[in-house]
C-alpha cells in the first residue's frame, strides 16, 4: 500500500518564489555502509575483490599489443580506390601562342599575346601563367636581339668595311 510519507523522493510543496524545488535523493539510512567494492580504497591498500551478485571476468588469454604505424606504407592502396579527378584549369591558348612565337623568334608577336594572355588568366582563371610569362620575357629578348642586330648592320654599314 502507498503513502504519502513512503516516496523515494517526496513532492516538497511550492517554495516561496512559487515554484516547486527539485526532488531531493534519499539520505542514507542509519547503519548503511557502501558495498566494499565501491568503497574508496585507502592509500597503498590493496582494492577490494569484487565479490557478491556480479562476478569480475578474469582475462583468460593475453593478447598481444598491435604496434600501430602513423604512417603507413605507400603500397597499402584500398583495391578499387581512384581517387578524385585532379581540378586542373584549362590552359590559356594566347599563353601557348605567346611562348610558341617566342621560340620562334617572331619579335613583337610573342610580347602582345603575352600580355592579352596574362589579363585573361587574371580575369578566369585559366592556367598558363608561366607560359605566358616565358612568351613575354623570350619576346622582349627578341626585340632586344632585333635591336642589337639592327645597330651592328647600320655601324657596319657606316664605317664602310
Avoid: C, K
Wanted: charged share 5%; no cysteine; hydrophobic share 40%.
Amino acid at each position: 500500500m502507498h503513502t504519502p510519507g513512503d516516496d523515494a523522493f517526496p513532492t516538497p510543496g511550492p517554495s516561496a518564489y512559487g515554484r516547486t524545488p527539485a526532488p531531493q535523493p534519499p539520505q542514507p539510512q542509519p547503519g548503511w555502509a557502501p558495498r566494499p567494492e565501491y568503497a574508496q580504497p585507502e592509500y597503498g591498500a590493496p582494492a577490494p575483490q569484487a565479490s557478491g551478485y556480479y562476478p569480475v571476468a578474469q582475462p583468460t588469454q593475453q593478447y598481444p599489443v598491435q604496434q600501430w604505424n602513423a604512417y603507413p606504407p605507400a603500397t597499402q592502396v584500398p583495391m578499387g580506390w581512384v581517387g578524385p579527378p585532379p581540378i586542373v584549369a584549362p590552359t590559356n591558348v594566347l599563353a601557348i601562342i605567346s611562348l610558341v612565337s617566342a621560340l620562334i623568334a617572331i619579335p613583337l608577336l610573342p610580347v602582345i599575346l603575352g600580355h592579352l594572355s596574362l589579363g585573361q588568366i587574371n580575369r578566369t582563371g585559366e592556367g598558363g601563367r608561366g607560359m605566358a610569362i616565358a612568351g613575354l620575357v623570350l619576346g622582349y629578348l627578341s626585340i632586344a636581339g632585333w635591336f642589337f642586330l639592327l645597330l651592328l648592320v647600320l655601324a657596319v654599314g657606316l664605317s664602310g668595311i
